[in-house]
């Protein structure tokens, strides 16, 4: 019977539907309802990850570290993670979070860029924290490939690597290829975790698949709080985990209740799969565009489906949130369409 240890990544990437909004109240009432019904690890930081607060990914209502601190009070058994991209977090960021009580660093990169998280997991491993290696938008590279940049993160000392679906692009053969691959070519004592976006409808599917291919780390978030169409739902995970016998150790009726009671009934927010949610999936855009191109959709009067298709046919990455801008531009100008004057000189 498989046992899977589920990260519950609302306080994170659930900041994204929320532009960054998240309140000290907010974060202390549902880590504190979240490790009750036992989930073992929470992810918060701003969605992008630390030190993501900024005109370029949105600016948080509230410093993170203030958010981590109040998280780390709360709980009395979860643990606290913390996610970096380096080039945006810094290993003082890392320093800073784990002084506040965050135990587990999630150091994410582009799929193909491994390397540049030697300092970080190394710095976060003298720290005494658990290191996850997260390569994002893993939809674009093929198996083999993978393989490459998840020994990397592995040689550097990574406890975990993830395959990250960051733009819920891939379907459950995808998921099976590269999760089974990763779990054949490292060291039994590495883990493998899985990552799901729901853009394309199929985030607890592939959670299951995932499992079944030999991960033993999956990531959900509360009702799906998350960037694109949301992650995979924690309760439904858990929900259907319970049903093959897979042991997480979640009370299943406590994290419904979070769903629905805190995220559904106070925050007010469900994402769906809905046209611009499964352009992202379609063309594997990177899950977090997705509010940028609405406000661009907005300032331009360009449809959103439109933007990402653009940016979807550029492949663009995350950080490079400014593709949005000028794709949205370059589809108002074909229109006829004169921006706002604000931005007549962009």
Known sequence: MP?????????RDGSH????????????????????????????????????????????KVDELKLIEAAVATVKQAKIAVLLLPGVGTIHDLKESHK?????????????????????????????????????????????????????????????????????????DMVHDRVSALRAALQPKTHVGFHAHNNL??????AVTA????????????????????????????????????ETGIDLYGVMDVAEDIIGGEIGITPIVNRAALVLGY??????????????????????????EAVGARKAVGGQEDIIVECAIELAAAKGEKPAPELAAV
């Open 211 to 246: 499992v079944k291919a030999g991960a033993d780390n999956i990531d959900g978030a509360c009702r799906g709080l998350g960037a694109g169409a949301g992650n995979a739902a924690t309760e439904a995970i858990v929900a259907v985990f319970n049903k093959l016998g897979w």
């Open 17 to 60: 539907p929320l532009f960054h909004q998240f309140t000290v109240d907010q974060v202390t009432r549902i880590a504190g309802a979240l490790d009750a019904a036992g989930v073992p690890l929470l992810e918060v930081t701003h969605g992008d990850g630390l030190a993501g607060s900024s005109i370029q990914f949105g600016f948080s």
């Open 100 to 172: 506040r009580g965050a135990s587990v660093a999630r150091i994410a990169t582009h799929c193909t860029e491994a390397d540049i998280s030697a300092q970080h997991i190394a710095a976060a491993k003298d720290m005494g924290m658990e290191v996850v290696g997260f390569l994002m938008m893993s939809h674009l590279i093929e198996a083999p490939e993978l393989v490459v940049q998840a020994k990397l993160m592995e040689s550097y000392g990574a406890d975990v690597v993830y395959v990250v679906d960051s733009a819920g692009a891939q379907t459950m």
């Open 201 to 206: 409808g199929l985030g607890v599917g592939n």
């Open 283 to 308: 063309a594997g855009v990177y899950s977090s565009f997705l509010r940028h191109a609405e406000n661009a959709s907005k300032r331009f009067g360009v449809p959103t489906a439109k933007i990402l």
């Open 3 to 11: 046992k899977v240890r589920i990260t519950d990544v609302s306080l």
